[in-house]
């Protein structure tokens, strides 16, 4: 038998090379380089003739578009981040870590489908049918009409499925497992993953079928294997929490049918995914009230307001580098906003470690959570705790000076529906919408602004270890 020309594909990106190498040149991973044969490196097929191209007419661009059909799943913080529901024929990818709750998700969305009378089919690759079933059973959705089966012949779940009429809604649970006779590598490879994902995605365009393709992720957070669906399908879900917390969060991470800032808030109980309508309750209902270092932060997600409470530690370093660490946040904004204190509010952190946490396993990407991480830092730094009633929300420039953020008084609005008095706010910008959420706003022009009045509470509270103790001058005002 002669050997086929071997091709070696890159099993974090899907980079193709002919020869193995230690080092995938297109993602500068080592070690990810392997022989899978693909079949697709021949690009004649022998015995089969080249066949000539087929005709079509183009269209002009404006013409007649309806708007996709959506098929709600009936569970609100699902449909939020697809963008109303399902489409038709379209293919979702669903990506989170192993026992994050995806297969509690996806068996809880097809139950809730099929009690409302449409066709749902989940195709298991990972457990096998009593173990679905028990699942089921422990949330109370056993009667519902999902059609389950434990498979991972791509070609024979598209057999079965094409025989009647086809299904409304498809899970596959997980693409991983999936395998399709069309290409020649080993189950479980990209080469595999990416073929298995091209065969489903051409049967969700020839049915109508909305698919939802589970996909595990890494610990760095990137999809594998799945990696080189994601371009392929319309939309990639991530699914995201701390293995310890209840929370878990669906964020979009593209989607060609809606909008990718809007989150879903649930709670993992012993009863499945609960919704949670209100995630600003959630996320400060263990507060620490009182304690210095923590400061609550009136962010927006997607179209939604939500409070977080931002931690902070600083502590003098035993170590001859300080430790930097940040948990949700973006560690080179917090860099920046350690420098713009030391530059232009005379707090020297050199000494110091700093820790920088979100509460709740939340991930934060808003520039407006600067001011709230810097009240933090400096609380802590100064052990001066910050009013419990107060929220913070501003961008820091690098000069210092605290700018506008965007949506102010929905964040405002907010605060005050979950009994907040005061707003630590950007003093530019307009600030009279903010006024009628009816809380006392404290504008502040700078940073130093709020470093001298964090200074003034611990120096009434009788703090110790004070920003003016000494060693650290004030260039406050
Ligand atoms: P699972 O959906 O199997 O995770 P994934 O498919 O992402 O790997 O969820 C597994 C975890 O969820 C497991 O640790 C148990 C927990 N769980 C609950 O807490 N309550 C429940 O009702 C269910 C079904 C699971
Ligand atoms: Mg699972």
Same mark, same amino acid.
């Given at each position: 038998?002669?050997?086929?020309?071997?091709?070696?594909?890159?099993?974090?990106?899907?980079?193709?090379?002919?020869?193995?190498?230690?080092?995938?040149?297109?993602?500068?991973?080592?070690?990810?380089?392997?022989?899978?044969?693909?079949?697709?490196?021949?690009?004649?097929?022998?015995?089969?003739?080249?066949?000539?191209?087929?005709?079509?007419?183009?269209?002009?661009?404006?013409?007649?578009?309806?708007?996709?059909?959506?098929?709600?799943?009936? %569970?609100? &913080?699902?449909?939020?981040?697809?963008?109303?529901?399902?489409?038709?024929?379209?293919?979702?990818?669903?990506?989170?870590?192993?026992?994050?709750?995806?297969?509690?998700?996806?068996?809880?969305?097809?139950?809730?489908?099929?009690?409302?009378?449409?066709?749902?089919?989940?195709?298991?690759?990972?457990?096998?049918?009593?173990?679905?079933?028990?699942?089921?059973?422990?949330?109370?959705?056993?009667?519902?009409?999902?059609?389950?089966?434990?498979?991972?012949?791509?070609?024979?779940?598209?057999?079965?499925?094409?025989?009647?009429?086809?299904?409304?809604?498809?899970?596959?649970?997980?693409?991983?497992?999936?395998?399709?006779?069309?290409? &020649?590598?080993?189950?479980?490879?990209?080469?595999?993953?990416?073929?298995?994902?091209?065969?489903?995605?051409?049967?969700?365009?020839?049915?109508?079928?909305?698919?939802?393709?589970?996909?595990?992720?890494?610990?760095?957070?990137?999809?594998?294997?799945?990696?080189?669906?994601?371009?392929?399908?319309?939309?990639?879900?991530?699914? &995201?929490?701390?293995?310890?917390?209840?929370?878990?969060?669906?964020?979009?991470?593209?989607?060609?049918?809606?909008?990718?800032?809007?989150?879903?808030?649930?709670?993992?109980?012993?009863?499945?995914?609960?919704?949670?309508?209100?995630?600003?309750?959630?996320?400060?209902?263990?507060?620490?009230?009182?304690?210095?270092?923590?400061?609550?932060?009136?962010?927006?997600?997607?179209?939604?307001?939500?409070?977080? &409470?931002?931690?902070?530690?600083?502590?003098?370093?035993?170590?001859?580098?300080?430790?930097?660490?940040?948990?949700?946040?973006?560690?080179?904004?917090?860099?920046? %906003?350690?420098?713009?204190?030391?530059?232009?509010?005379?707090?020297?952190?050199?000494?110091?470690?700093?820790?920088?946490?979100?509460?709740?396993?939340?991930?934060?990407?808003?520039?407006?959570?600067?001011?709230?991480?810097?009240?933090?830092?400096?609380?802590?730094?100064?052990?001066?705790?910050?009013?419990?009633?107060?929220?913070?929300?501003?961008?820091?420039?690098?000069?210092?000076?605290?700018?506008?953020?965007?949506?102010?008084?929905?964040?405002?609005?907010?605060?005050?529906?979950?009994?907040?008095?005061?707003?630590?706010?950007?003093?530019?910008?307009?600030?009279?919408?903010?006024?009628?959420?009816?809380?006392?706003?404290?504008?502040?022009?700078?940073?130093?602004?709020?470093?001298?009045?964090?200074?003034?509470?611990?120096?009434?509270?009788?703090?110790?270890?004070? %920003?003016?103790?000494?060693?650290?001058?004030?260039?406050?005002?």
């Amino acid at each position: 038998m002669s050997r086929r020309e071997a091709s070696f594909v890159c099993q974090n990106c899907g980079a193709a090379y002919g020869r193995w190498q230690g080092k995938c040149d297109a993602c500068g991973e080592w070690n990810t380089i392997a022989d899978e044969n693909t079949g697709i490196a021949s690009p004649r097929v022998p015995g089969r003739r080249p066949r000539k191209g087929r005709l079509f007419a183009l269209e002009p661009l404006s013409g007649e578009a309806r708007e996709a059909p959506r098929l709600g799943s009936g %569970i609100a &913080e699902f449909d939020r981040v697809t963008g109303g529901g399902f489409v038709r024929g379209s293919v979702l990818l669903l990506g989170g870590e192993p026992g994050i709750g995806k297969s509690t998700l996806l068996i809880q969305v097809a139950a809730t489908l099929a009690t409302a009378g449409h066709s749902t089919v989940y195709i298991s690759g990972e457990e096998a049918i009593a173990q679905v079933r028990l699942r089921a059973d422990r949330l109370g959705l056993a009667k519902a009409a999902v059609g389950l089966a434990a498979e991972t012949s791509v070609e024979d779940i598209i057999a079965t499925l094409a025989e009647k009429k086809p299904p409304r809604l498809l899970v596959i649970d997980s693409i991983q497992t999936m395998w399709t006779d069309a290409v &020649e590598a080993a189950p479980g490879t990209v080469t595999q993953v990416r073929g298995s994902a091209q065969a489903l995605i051409r049967f969700a365009k020839a049915s109508g079928a909305a698919i939802i393709l589970v996909g595990h992720v890494t610990k760095d957070g990137q999809i594998a294997g799945p990696r080189v669906v994601e371009h392929m399908v319309d939309a990639v879900l991530s699914f &995201e929490g701390e293995g310890s917390q209840q929370f878990r969060i669906l964020r979009a991470v593209k989607n060609r049918f809606g909008p990718t800032d809007e989150i879903g808030v649930f709670e993992m109980t012993g009863l499945g995914l609960r919704e949670i309508a209100n995630p600003s309750e959630l996320f400060l209902s263990e507060r620490d009230l009182g304690s210095p270092g923590t400061a609550v932060f009136a962010g927006i997600e997607g179209s939604r307001p939500l409070l977080v &409470e931002i931690q902070a530690l600083v502590a003098p370093t035993s170590l001859g580098t300080p430790r930097r660490a940040v948990v949700g946040w973006d560690q080179s904004r917090l860099s920046m %906003i350690l420098a713009v204190l030391e530059a232009h509010c005379g707090i020297r952190l050199s000494g110091h470690d700093v820790y920088l946490n979100i509460a709740g396993g939340l991930r934060i990407q808003e520039p407006a959570a600067d001011l709230a991480a810097a009240a933090a830092l400096v609380s802590s730094f100064a052990n001066a705790p910050l009013p419990p009633d107060a929220v913070y929300f501003g961008e820091i420039s690098l000069s210092g000076a605290i700018r506008p953020v965007a949506q102010a008084a929905t964040r405002a609005k907010e605060a005050q529906k979950l009994g907040f008095h005061r707003a630590i706010i950007p003093e530019a910008g307009n600030n009279d919408a903010c006024g009628d959420a009816g809380l006392t706003l404290e504008p502040v022009g700078s940073l130093a602004r709020l470093v001298a009045s964090i200074a003034n509470r611990s120096k009434q509270d009788g703090a110790h270890r004070g %920003i003016e103790a000494g060693r650290h001058t004030m260039r406050a005002g």
